[in-house]
């Protein structure tokens, strides 16, 4: 007997599709809905098990929580994770964390309750007292512990290329600018591998951080540019970051490019009307979004995830700072 | 009796966070807990009506219906419609309608199953066949109808306000930059204040306008160089636009500001570290969100607007392109 599986890939669409045609529910476009029918029709499928598998009292509301939804990279990242929910007839939930356990606690509770089906995150607490293994969740980017598969670029790369390009650029001391979060987090390996490449290419170069969050942000950057005089490139942990540095060297006499090359990371500049344009290692935001849903859903559906991190891969975006 | 607003007044917060303390349900701070508990005990309050007024199937979901979260206006917006919606217990639910007319339907749709206990949102399409009077809905920057009560920027001030700044800066021939919306919006009293001031104040103008969509971006913004050759001010429609005509602008040899003096709309730059740092008229975007979310749930308890169209104060911000 047919399954809605075998509906799903003789139209070539998800699950969910096939879901939302039998129960008139959501929206599909029209010539979906005629794809979908011609393949029920086709296969001879009875519906019945749609409502075991679907039941229409279990939520279909994934709540995304972050720090904050006013950030270029979380608001393009939240863009396409409705995006690919929709397509699983899902709805997503907001939640601004800001960092507050209340309310981060607070959406647990929620999933517990069965008032949402999954959580997609980034979390800053230490949530492994509130989730446990199976449960659906799937971090970006903070990896807590295996018990929570983590969705991240490769940051590990991703430093190995800046120091690559910083060299490329013409850099003989590069140097890494970024922070020490609270707790482990994927970003850390930003710098190892811009030092692994460093090492491997005996480069020599400089590590300069401070501990998350920095307190006196211009303190910061003077502190750097003083202990640090003899560096001619920066690889900065975020765009952020990098556009910050570039500001306050641009006040102390300092050229980027010409005396100092720029990289940062992440690629929050979608168009190239405000300058300096970043050159930049580019998170494939919707890759990790679509791909973080995705693993989400299957969780939701019961499946078993054997990797713990998923690492998608970045690319090198050259602007004006090298 | 006491009712719970008298809780509320008492203890200073919203009916809601009440509500959410006598029902165990949402987040509250300890303190506020603490506060409304005093509150009911000095009234003697017995929440009886609770169960009336906050009945626990009413849906608690407000849905925010979007272009694009992934747009810095929209998601400083949503940003605070979500911190507003928290403070009374609600959860926001978020639409990337694309402009999509079967997205928007669909949300609709939800809401007249009660699955959403209302609608904040900027639609482009002409939704009036499908939401009649009554329904809780807010509308922002795009007034449709009588029927839809909209929360705006004071768009016209606005207007006004950088026709004079740019004279103010010596510009003797300002134009407006701008495009035509297929409906009616209220951003379209942007330029009505800019041609009001300009005439008011006898100063030589120009207004150039393309219909939107814009097909080609490049040709409308060479087109704007080629006809108004003689132009010494920009006043733009959004920032966007701004930052977009300085670009072309600069390489077509003009400098900003020396021979052209730019204001924009919207105040999406909240950080220095991007050149030009445009100046602009700010949207209130905190307050706009703030009063959307308080006319909505007064809607969705049943209170009358009177007022069509909630037009907020708007403040000049100088940057580098004045």
Redesign the interface.
């Known amino acids: 007997m047919a399954s809605i599986k075998d509906v799903a890939n003789l139209a070539g669409v998800a699950v969910g599709t096939v879901s939302r045609v039998i129960n008139n529910a959501?929206?599909v476009?029209p010539a979906t809905r005629d794809k979908v029918k011609a393949a029920i029709e086709q296969l001879n499928y009875v519906p019945d098990e749609v409502a075991r598998n679907f039941k229409m009292q279990k939520s279909k509301?994934v709540a995304?929580m972050l720090p904050?939804?006013?950030?270029?990279f979380?608001?393009?990242l939240?863009?396409y994770i409705?995006?690919e929910l929709?397509r699983s007839g899902f709805?997503?939930?907001?939640?601004?964390s800001g960092g507050k356990p209340?309310?981060e606690?607070?959406y647990f509770d929620m999933l517990k309750q069965n008032k949402v089906a999954g959580i997609v995150g980034i979390t800053y607490n230490d949530i492994e007292s509130s989730v446990s293994a199976g449960i659906p969740m799937i971090s970006i980017d903070r990896h807590f512990s295996k018990q929570i598969t983590c969705v991240t670029s490769d940051n590990f790369e991703g430093g190995r290329i800046a120091l690559r390009k910083l060299v490329q650029a013409g850099s003989k001391k590069p140097a890494f600018l970024g922070n020490v979060p609270s707790m482990y987090s994927e970003t850390l390996r930003r710098k190892d591998g811009f030092v692994h490449e460093a090492q491997a290419l005996g480069i020599p170069y400089a590590v300069y951080e401070e501990p998350d969050a920095i307190k006196n942000e211009d303190e910061y950057y003077s502190n750097f540019l003083r202990r640090h005089p003899d560096i001619d490139g920066v690889f900065a942990i975020t765009d952020?970051t990098a556009?910050?540095y570039?500001?306050t060297a641009k006040e102390a006499g300092i050229r980027v490019p010409e005396d100092v090359k720029v990289i940062g990371y992440d690629g929050i500049?979608d168009?190239?009307?405000?300058?300096?344009v970043l050159s930049t290692i580019r998170q494939p935001v919707e890759e990790m979004a679509r791909t973080a849903v995705k693993l989400l859903l299957g969780k939701v559906e019961g499946e078993a995830l054997e990797q713990e991190v998923f690492c998608i891969p970045v690319t090198y975006r050259a602007g004006e700072t090298t």
Do not use: V
């Open positions: 959501g929206a476009k509301m995304l904050s939804i006013w950030n270029p979380f608001s393009e939240a863009y409705e995006d929709d709805k997503l939930m907001l939640c601004n209340e309310k606690l607070y952020m556009a910050r570039i500001e500049q168009h190239p009307y405000f300058h300096p």
